[in-house]
């Protein structure tokens, strides 16, 4: 038996994986993975995999990076944790001076918590108290944008909208309203994505007009909507949604857990709207991939709603167990220092460049309807028929084809659906991003190849796909 099998049947026996069915790895072989080098993964019988994906979007300075591993060993030695109510450490005061520095001014304080979808929770929970803070318990809606995803936990999916992730628990989830987004993949042919999105507003401009007094806050993915399929729009789109938040006094959260830190060209989506947001959200590449921390930033406006006697009872007493973990913290500093010392967004534009470059060929492919990018994200979308954009039904799992291709060829590509993406850590090369192009390539030849015959039931759901 192979290292990979031995690992593989024990890990088979015990575990049970995320946004997985377990049952296709009857046929799907698990990867078990030893060892971590920049862009490598490398498995128990020594192949090796190029991780497209930043291991869902987390990475960005490669795996095992000497300078992350050293802070954080250092910090291991000193401080592994500490409560952070009524204590403190220098890692975590250090993070939230730079991050108060590094985000838009205004955004002045920051609330931690420990992963994505729990630092959306904190951002709900945050906009809904201030406005009972301030007297206005009406508010307590939210506003959200078809397709998007914020995370698995309740509140989380309530504001999400991919079916695959939110369909099966809607009976418990908020009573939220859904504005269609401006992703500009179904734009009429000819027109710009800044008109596109610019036009998609009215739907936000009538939603808000109509209910701004129960609304508390809109929480958007700026600029790309990551697991709907690395949907993307203008950033018009975000500046004429501050002007409306502002207009009709609603918050407007950013969820930038997965662009922030450079993934759409600048160091946050929202800079280039020019735009501050009254809620900041980060985590994914905030420890540059190795562990789970997320930040949630705010103005002194909220911040001073909350601040008052104790016994008014405005204090937000919210607490996660591992809130500003200092070993999480370390990490998050020296990956802010590879930021600042090798200047990585401005090094990112000859990447991008690069897999813009190395991709363009597959716009004609006769099953590919659009080959996006904003940034250092990059997505083709495979369709059955190119001139409708008809997609695939999910139930034929396109995408999981490229998945196996790359996987036998040394690529981690992950497709979301029939979406084959590459989001990868910024210290790949102009070869490895040439190379992850011709994975792709032939991975959507063999999965547009033939005629695939599954049981589709009539009436089945045509919204679904498969995950990422
Ligand atoms: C990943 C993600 C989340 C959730 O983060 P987790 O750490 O996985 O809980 C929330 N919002 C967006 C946009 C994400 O991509």
């Given at each position: 038996m192979s290292l990979n099998d031995h690992w593989m049947q024990r890990d088979l026996a015990v575990l049970w994986h995320p946004c997985t069915q377990m049952k296709d790895h009857e046929q799907l072989p698990l990867v078990p993975i030893r060892r971590g080098e920049g862009v490598w993964l490398e498995d128990f019988d020594g192949k090796r995999y190029i991780d497209a994906v930043s291991s869902w979007w987390v990475?960005?300075?490669?795996?095992?990076n000497p300078r992350i591993n050293q802070r954080i060993k250092d910090q291991v030695d000193q401080l592994e944790h500490v409560i952070l109510a009524g204590f403190s450490h220098a890692p975590v005061i250090e993070l939230s001076e730079r991050l108060v520095k590094l985000t838009p001014a205004g955004l002045d304080r920051v609330f931690y918590a420990d992963n994505g979808s729990s630092c959306i929770e904190v951002a709900l929970k945050m906009s809904f108290h201030y406005w009972l803070n301030v007297g206005q318990p009406a508010k307590k809606r939210f506003v959200t944008l078809s397709n998007s995803y914020h995370g698995e936990t309740v509140a989380a999916m309530s504001v999400g909208d991919v079916a695959l992730f939110t369909d099966t628990y809607k009976a418990l989830l908020l009573d939220t309203l859904k504005v269609p987004s401006p992703d500009c993949f179904h734009r009429p042919e000819g027109m710009s994505w800044e008109a596109h999105s610019r036009a998609m507003f009215a739907h936000m401009e009538q939603c808000l007009a109509e209910h701004h007094r129960e609304v508390a806050a809109v929480i958007v993915e700026p600029l790309i909507q990551g697991a709907g399929g690395m949907r993307m729009y203008h950033p018009i789109y975000l500046r004429l949604l501050r002007e409306a938040c502002d207009r009709y006094g609603v918050h407007l959260i950013h969820d930038e857990i997965a662009v922030g830190f450079g993934r759409t060209g600048t160091m946050f989506a929202c800079e280039q709207a020019g735009i501050r947001p009254d809620f900041l959200c980060l985590s994914k590449a905030l420890t540059g991939g190795y562990l789970p921390l997320a930040a949630c930033l705010t103005t002194d406006t909220v911040y001073q709603a909350f601040y008052?006697?104790?016994?008014?009872?405005?204090?937000?007493?919210h607490s996660h167990s591992y809130t500003g973990n200092p070993l999480a913290c370390a990490a998050a500093l020296a990956t802010l220092d590879i930021f600042e010392q090798d200047d990585v967004i401005e090094a990112n534009k000859a990447l991008a460049a690069r897999m813009a470059s190395a991709t363009?060929?597959?716009?004609?492919?006769?099953?590919?309807?659009e080959v996006r990018q904003t940034g250092m994200a990059l997505a083709v979308e495979m369709v059955q028929d190119k001139a409708s954009k008809t997609t695939y039904p999910w139930q034929e799992r396109r995408g999981l084809k490229v998945f196996q291709h790359a996987l036998s060829r040394g690529a981690l590509l992950r497709p979301l659906g029939s979406v084959v993406y590459f989001l990868p850590p910024y210290v790949i090369s102009p070869e490895q991003i040439d190379f992850l192009a011709e994975v792709a390539s032939e991975g959507i030849d063999i999965a547009t190849r033939d005629a695939v015959s599954v049981a589709v039931p009539r009436g089945?759901?045509?919204?679904f796909r498969d995950p990422g």
């Open positions: 990475n960005v300075f490669g795996h095992s008052d006697d104790y016994s008014t009872l405005r204090a937000f007493l363009a060929h597959l716009a004609e492919h006769a099953h590919v309807a089945a759901r045509t919204d």
